[in-house]
């Protein structure tokens, strides 16, 4: 049985400068890793690049999704095969509604198995659960959002597209304690053997509401250090300075 | 395979679609070129009275005397080929009173346009032009028996004589621009239509302008007088088949509006790519009424045409939601224009436009406010959508504004559809075309959603289709 999600000394460049020097990780279905670090460290590169944004082009190593080599497999391939980005700055769409924009994508998602007789349903329980009100669903997608709304849009989405892997990228940013409460709820209730989940984040206040198994330090495009959950404890109290000035090789 | 792929991926384009054409078979059609004898022949064809005839040889000279504009887009005006064309062609002699009336070929191209069934589902009324002439044309019998009046123009003229001279040419006269002058020299079908004092037309009236033949000249006419108190709505379709060689449709639409009335007039343009499309819309509004403009352009090789509301009484209104869509070898020169002329008076201009492939949209606006109108409100609001970076989109705003005491707004946005937003939407599972056409209807949805249900639907497949093979 093939991991979840393997990465192997994985080299990736943005317009020539090469940010991800390398990285090797390997995550088993069920399990939440937090991959954490400080700002430039290449934590939003990672997660550009597992969901296939052109601009993110992969020099070295591979991506192993599920064993499939996701090299040439486009982003819409990638999250009709599973994987799943929540944004760290979800874009607007005028004109188009969240209902309108959710149909679509689950239909992408679902193929022929799309019910669109159930889909209300659906639509209406996840809002629920995630405190969301239901005039939302006529409002244009992520069109002045406060950014509570957009993180609590992102797991909703990722709550109905049932993804195997979902990477959350800054989940945590820009929320308030009410609203950080809340998607982590959502993100807690999704957890289950099915899902893996990369949590990404520089800070660890979402890892005191969602648990992780595995934490990894993040520093200049590496992966300088892995451990259990008590890692990110340690990091909030030394910080990630003594990783900056000598970069350790894991 | 999603439904919505399935949609793109039928392969349907215009050619299919709109592009075919019938046998050219006609009762008469006039020498190539234009000449006062030809302007005669015409008013001759049609038994009219002499002061029409006269309006008509009176706007041929303006027509020959007047330039072509200078600010517009010459480096395609100037390829008309004026000489080329056929500036009437009489399709069959007795104009149809059921479907059954009209010959078998233009009544299968009307029933591939889907409008008998149109007409059927949802239409109050329906007026059908093939050529030069209206072929079919039917009204709901309840509308009839209220007095509502909707006829082809030609009709009108000899039905209500008085009524059409009262009015016709008086809104935009003849010589207000070149091709003004052309239409009324040349003019044959379109609409008249009278809504009587306080009757409410609650579901539209339709004409749909065909194009059959190569080289063709289309000069419909459009006179729309709602009275007191009345409201009405009429949409018009336009479709032509994919030639070699061009077209010219230049239509003069006049619109009164009289106190309380409510008019709205809807336009789907979508002329196949060789058709210059060079039309003037005006409208007076009088008191406390309101005219609404709401006009899509998707085809044509060059489109020129900037509605216009007269404001003349005191709290009239007047809206232009407009939509252009520009590809590869075409300009949409669209706009609008508001002239405030009476005191407490309101417009609101709302322009949306999508270039791509080399094509190119142009705002052409005007609001101008006259010294004793005070209190008026006016806003501009103009949004472009380029595709790629070899398209083109410009913004000609004029603001004229003589009176105190006035609130104008202008905005005017250009963006372009961002790889962000299209990796936001492929990261849900939508395809590269999915995610575009998703992108383009939404910016579109301000206009789409004053559609009825059904011109919607029509309008977001059209954008669907033309999106096709844009994206690699």
């Known amino acids: ?249 894991s | 395979m999603t439904d919505a792929n399935k949609g793109l991926d039928i392969g349907q384009n215009y050619e299919q679609q709109y592009g075919f054409h019938d046998p050219e078979k006609y009762v008469f059609k006039s020498k190539k070129g234009l000449t006062e004898k030809t302007v005669e022949e015409i008013s001759w064809m049609k038994s009219e009275p002499d002061w029409m005839r006269q309006f008509r040889l009176k706007a041929f000279k303006a027509y020959q005397q007047k330039p072509l504009p200078a600010w517009a887009d010459l480096s395609m005006l100037s390829q008309i080929p004026f000489d080329d064309i056929y500036y009437y062609l009489k399709p069959m002699n007795e104009q149809g009173k059921t479907w059954e009336d009209v010959p078998a070929d233009i009544k299968n191209t009307f029933d591939k346009l889907g409008i008998p069934e149109a007409e059927r589902k949802f239409l109050a009324g329906v007026s059908a032009q093939y050529e030069s002439e209206v072929v079919y044309h039917s009204i709901h019998a309840d509308l009839e028996k209220q007095g509502v009046v909707f006829l082809g123009m030609d009709d009108g003229l000899k039905k209500y004589p008085e009524l059409v001279r009262k009015y016709f040419g008086t809104i935009i006269p003849a010589a207000d621009n070149k091709f003004s002058a052309l239409n009324s020299a040349v003019w044959s079908g379109g609409s008249f239509i009278y809504v009587p004092k306080g009757v409410k037309v609650a579901i539209p009236l339709q004409a749909y302008f065909r194009i059959n033949s190569k080289n063709m000249g289309q000069f419909e006419r459009t006179l729309i007088i709602a009275d007191e108190g009345s409201s009405v709505h009429y949409i018009e379709g336009c ?63 060059l489109t020129m045409k900037y509605p216009g509301v007269y404001l003349m009484g005191r709290k009239a209104r007047g809206e232009v939601v407009s939509v252009a869509f520009a590809g590869k070898d075409q300009h949409q020169d669209a706009g609008a224009k508001m002239v405030h002329a009476a005191p407490e008076t309101s417009s609101t201009i709302l322009s949306k436009s999508i270039c791509k492939d080399g094509g190119r949209a142009s705002y052409r606006g005007l609001v101008k406010v006259y010294p004793n109108a005070e209190n008026v409100k006016s806003s501009v609001r103009c949004d472009a959508l380029l595709m790629d970076e070899i398209s083109r989109s410009d913004t000609y705003p004029t603001m004229e504004i003589d009176a105190k005491k006035v609130q104008i707004g202008h905005e005017a946005t250009v963006s372009k559809v961002g790889e962000e937003q299209l990796f936001y939407l492929m990261s849900r599972g939508l395809k590269e075309q999915e995610a575009t056409t998703m992108v383009v209807n939404g910016f579109f949805e301000a206009f789409a959603k004053e559609l009825p249900l059904e011109y919607a639907v029509e309008l977001n497949r059209l954008i669907q289709l033309e999106m096709e093979g844009s994206v690699g």
């Open chain 2, 239 to 301: 479709t032509a088949p994919v030639y070699s060689s061009d077209s010219l449709h230049s239509a003069v639409v006049e619109l009164v509006a009289l106190p309380h009335a409510h008019i709205r007039y809807t336009t789907i343009q979508n002329w196949s790519k060789n058709v210059y499309n060079l039309v003037t819309k005006r409208a007076i509004a009088h008191e406390n009424s309101t005219v609404e403009w709401l006009d899509g352009n998707l085809g044509s090789k």
């Open chain 1, 1 to 249: 049985m093939s991991a979840l999600l393997d990465l192997q000394d994985l080299h990736v460049e943005v317009e020539g400068k090469e940010i991800l020097k390398g990285i090797s990780l390997s995550m088993e279905k069920g399990q939440v890793h937090a991959i954490m670090g400080p700002n430039g460290s290449g934590k939003s590169t990672l997660s550009n690049t597992l969901m296939g944004h052109p601009k993110y082009v992969v020099t070295r190593g591979r991506i192993l999704y599920q064993g499939q080599d996701l090299a040439g497999l486009k982003t819409d391939a990638r999250a009709r095969a599973g994987i799943f980005l929540a944004f760290q700055y979800p874009v607007s769409v005028q004109g188009v509604s969240v209902m309108n924009f959710l149909r679509t994508a689950l239909k992408a998602r679902f193929g022929d198995q799309f019910q669109p007789k159930e889909f209300r349903k659906q639509v209406k329980a996840a809002m629920a659960s995630l405190g969301i009100d239901e005039s939302f669903a006529t409002r244009y997608v992520n069109d002045g959002f406060s950014g509570g709304e957009k993180k609590r849009h992102e797991i909703l989405q990722m709550a109905l597209l049932k993804p195997s892997l979902a990477v959350l990228d800054e989940t945590d940013s820009g929320l308030d304690i009410d609203a950080l409460k809340t998607v982590s709820e959502g993100i807690n209730h999704l957890r289950g053997p099915e899902l893996g989940v990369l949590l990404i984040t520089h800070y660890q206040r979402l890892l005191n509401y969602v648990m992780p198994d595995f934490v990894h330090v993040l520093v200049d495009g590496r992966i300088v250090r892995s451990g259990g959950k008590e890692l990110a404890h340690e990091l909030e109290t030394t910080g990630y300075a003594s990783y900056e000035k000598e970069p350790v090789t």
